[in-house]
Every structure is written in C-alpha cells, then in structure tokens.
C-alpha cells in the first residue's frame, strides 16, 4: 500500500487502515444535518473525533443524499471555511474538503484542509482538477452515477464492480495526464451514489477487485440506506449494519473507511486488522 501524499501531510497507509470521520455543516445531511452549524460545536466535535482515533477530519457543507438541490457558493463557503480552520488551527487533524467546487477547495485548502473529497471525480467543475494539481492536496475520486439529482432514478450496470472499477480507473489515470501524481490520488466506489441496495452490497462483497487497480481505495457505508433497507432500520439504528460493512470492506483490503461513528468504528477496524494479521 502506497502512502498518500497530501500537501505537506503523508498518510502511511500500509501501517493501518486509516479512519476518516464525517462532519456535515448542513442543515439537511441524511443523519447529522443541522447538529455542527455552529463552528464553536463543529470544532469540539472535530476534536472528540480526533480523541477517538480520527486519522482525518472530511468537512462537507453541501449534502449529496439522493435529490438533495444544489447550494450556492457563497453559502457553501459560508458555512465550510470558518469550520475548516477552526478544525484545522486548532486539533492539528489532517482535514479534507467535501465539495465539488473548485472555488469551495481553493478557499478550504488556503484556510489548512490538504485533501480534497470529490463526490464528482472532478468532473463537475473544469477548475477542480487545476485547483488539485496546484496545491498539492491528496485527492478521492469518488464513482457516481449521474448527479446527486439524478442518481438514484433506476441505476443500471451489466457489471457494477467492473464498470465502477473501469470508471474510476479511467478518471484517476485522467487527473494523472493533467498532472495530478498518482501517490496524491484515492478511489472511493461511492457507496449510495447511483446504486441499488444489491449494487452497493456487490461492491463491498466485491472490494478486493477494486483494491487490486493499484490505488489506496476509500469506502463509505456509514448509516447509508443499504443498511437500512437489508436490516429495516431508520438511520438512527444503522450502528451494527455499519460494523458489518465496515468489517468486509476492510477484510476486502480498504485503506481508508468514511464514518460518523468514530470510536467504535475505530475498534471495529482494529479487531478485523488484528484478524486478518493472524497466522
Ligand atoms: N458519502 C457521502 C458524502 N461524501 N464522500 C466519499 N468520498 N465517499 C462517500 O461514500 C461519501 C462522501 C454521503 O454521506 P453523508 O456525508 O453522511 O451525507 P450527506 O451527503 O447527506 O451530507
């Protein structure tokens, strides 16, 4: 496993699964929006994150769940920046920006983020990839079908892991041609974005095919409503279904998972590393 070279930051990956926790600064995330619109609550929770093991803060003001509209600029920023460096100055943590906006980057990594989270792959905004290969920040190309407007309306593959593999694969090596490095670059198979529940189990049955494309790959299951439909639970009962899916996407061999629930996903990660080390 490569590290993963983020600005100044270099994530050694082949030490341990690293752990990235969610924070949404949105007032209608699927499970946490409206809890961190306040930077002061935003930090602290950051902080406690960090304390339960975060390796990386992902900073989001723009919710991506299925049908969500788009949010200005202004108002993305508004909500991101005084959070990214709050997050940034004052836990040390490695922070990453959730956007799809050159504009909405290049303000979050001046500010101290030195990853950008692209649910797009780069491919909404022709300034992202430049904004990327100048500042030197890691980058996760994540595999959505569609947009988040549209994505959820019948989504088909013949072959999902084969296709999304194919897809990120043609995107990474793309970013690689404008001058992204491959060691700055993450594939993510985007859990949620343009799949059905049996899609999303296909490809976290299916990891390893993904993980064997020579990246480090990053996954987000976390209280998705895969979970929810395969238990039938509401997002506040996807604890358990997120440990199961966490624990196969790791054994499968990813580098990097996505959670809300820090702390316990830590010893989830933890246990599963531990088995797999066994003789
Ligand atoms: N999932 C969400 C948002 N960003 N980024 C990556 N790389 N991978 C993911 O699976 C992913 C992501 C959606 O989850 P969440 O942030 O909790 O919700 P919302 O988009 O409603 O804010």
Redesign the pocket.
């Given at each position: 496993m490569r590290d993963w070279h983020c600005g100044e930051r270099i994530l050694n990956l082949s030490q341990r699964v690293h752990i990235m926790g969610?924070l949404?600064v949105?007032p209608?995330?699927?499970?946490?929006?409206g809890l961190y619109l306040h930077p002061a609550r935003a930090a602290e929770r950051a902080r406690t994150m960090v304390a339960e093991g975060a390796d990386i803060i992902?900073i989001?003001g723009?919710?991506?769940?299925p049908g969500?509209g788009d949010v200005p600029v202004a108002e993305e920023l508004r909500r991101v920046l005084p959070v990214v460096e709050a997050v940034a100055s004052q836990t040390g943590a490695v922070v990453s920006i959730?956007t799809t906006k050159a504009q909405v980057a290049r303000a979050a990594l001046q500010a101290g983020a030195v990853i950008v989270?692209d649910?797009s792959a780069l491919r909404f905004d022709p300034d992202m990839t430049p904004t990327v290969r100048s500042s030197g920040a890691g980058v996760?190309l994540?595999h959505m079908l569609g947009t988040p407007r549209t994505m959820q309306q019948h989504p088909t593959y013949s072959d999902v892991v084969g296709q999304v593999r194919a897809s990120l694969l043609e995107w990474a090596h793309a970013a690689e041609r404008a001058g992204v490095p491959a060691e700055r670059i993450v594939l993510?198979p985007?859990?949620?974005?343009g799949k059905t529940r049996q899609h999303n189990l296909s490809l976290i049955k299916r990891l390893g095919v993904l993980c064997a494309a020579g990246y480090p790959v990053?996954?987000?299951?976390?209280?998705?409503s895969f979970i929810g439909a395969t238990l039938d639970v509401p997002v506040e009962q996807r604890l358990e279904g997120t440990f199961a899916a966490v624990a196969c996407a790791v054994a499968a061999g990813a580098a990097i998972v996505?959670v809300?629930d820090v702390g316990q996903m830590v010893r989830v990660v933890r246990m599963v590393e531990a088995i797999m080390g066994a003789p």
């Open positions: 969610v949404n949105t209608d995330s699927f499970s946490d929006g992902d989001g723009e919710s991506t769940r969500a959730d989270n649910v996760v994540m993510d985007g859990i949620g974005f990053l996954v987000g299951p976390s209280r998705k996505r809300h």
